[in-house]
T-cell receptor, first 115, second 111 residues
Framework: KAGVTQTPRYLIKTRGQQVTLSCSPISGHRSVSWYQQTPGQGLQFLFEYFSETQRNKGNFPGRFSGRQFSNSRSEMNVSTLELGDSALYLC??????????????FGEGSWLTVV | GESVGLHLPTLSVQEGDNSIINCAYS??????FIWYKQESGKGPQFIID?????DKRQGQRVTVLLNKTVKHLSLQIAATQPGDSAVYFCAESRGSYIPTFGRGTSLIVHP
């Protein structure tokens, strides 16, 4: 059974550009959540999608957005990139919202560097 | 040990020793707990979980202990190996709420 797949794994962008990251959850998982991980801040919750609807949102500016497709695959977009957006972006999938008592599985992440 | 929301940087052990990583959680209503291992450059990897109706659960070389009275979680790794070197962090959750993750403890295993 394939795990959570994230693409691209590494990317470098320039300030002001925008970026789209993609995530394919584990087959059968309907919840996809996104996290930003930096050395100083740990795991910061961005948003969670379930059945193509955003169900929860963290404290990030509107430059961060996402969506989920009918096959549960998800994308997140960051517009007008800032240097501080440099981080590891992690996608996680679960059977249910939050954990709902089910394990959350993470992908390997997308390393974004903004220069 | 680490606390969800606080950071304990490093735990150093000798190869072959047992390691204990601690986690203090804040929400007494949390009913599901997970431990993750994150190696450098990789995403967090599920290790073991435990529900609040249990106080101990064992996996392969790992044991998680849950003390709900003092809201404390620990991960014990038996016969620690160099491949166990990583950052370990816990997560607490309740129902459909977003889980809360600890900052992590860096485990360094010396040969």
């Amino acid at each position: 059974k394939a795990g959570v797949t994230q693409t691209p794994r590494y990317l470098i962008k320039t300030r002001g550009q925008q970026v789209t990251l993609s995530c394919s959850p584990i087959s059968g998982h309907r919840s996809v959540s996104w996290y930003q991980q930096t050395p100083g801040q740990g795991l910061q919750f961005l948003f969670e999608y379930f059945s193509e609807t955003q169900r929860n949102k963290g404290n990030f500016p509107g430059r961060f957005s996402g969506r989920q497709f009918s096959n549960s695959r998800s994308e997140m977009n960051v517009s007008t990139l800032e240097l501080g957006d440099s981080a590891l972006y992690l996608c996680a999938s679960s059977l249910a919202l939050g954990t709902g008592g089910n394990t959350i599985y993470f992908g390997e992440g997308s390393w974004l560097t903004v220069v | 040990g680490e606390s969800v929301g606080l950071h304990l940087p490093t735990l150093s052990v000798q190869e072959g020793d047992n390691s204990i990583i601690n986690c203090a959680y804040s929400n007494s209503a949390s009913d599901y707990f997970i431990w993750y291992k994150q190696e450098s450059g990789k995403g967090p990897q599920f290790i073991i979980d435990i529900r609040s109706n249990m106080d101990k659960r064992q996996g392969q070389r790992v044991t998680v202990l849950l003390n709900k009275t003092v809201k404390h979680l620990s991960l014990q790794i038996a016969a620690t190996q160099p491949g166990d070197s990583a950052v370990y962090f816990c997560a607490e959750s309740r129902g459909s709420y977003i889980p809360t993750f600890g900052r992590g403890t860096s485990l360094i295993v010396h040969p």
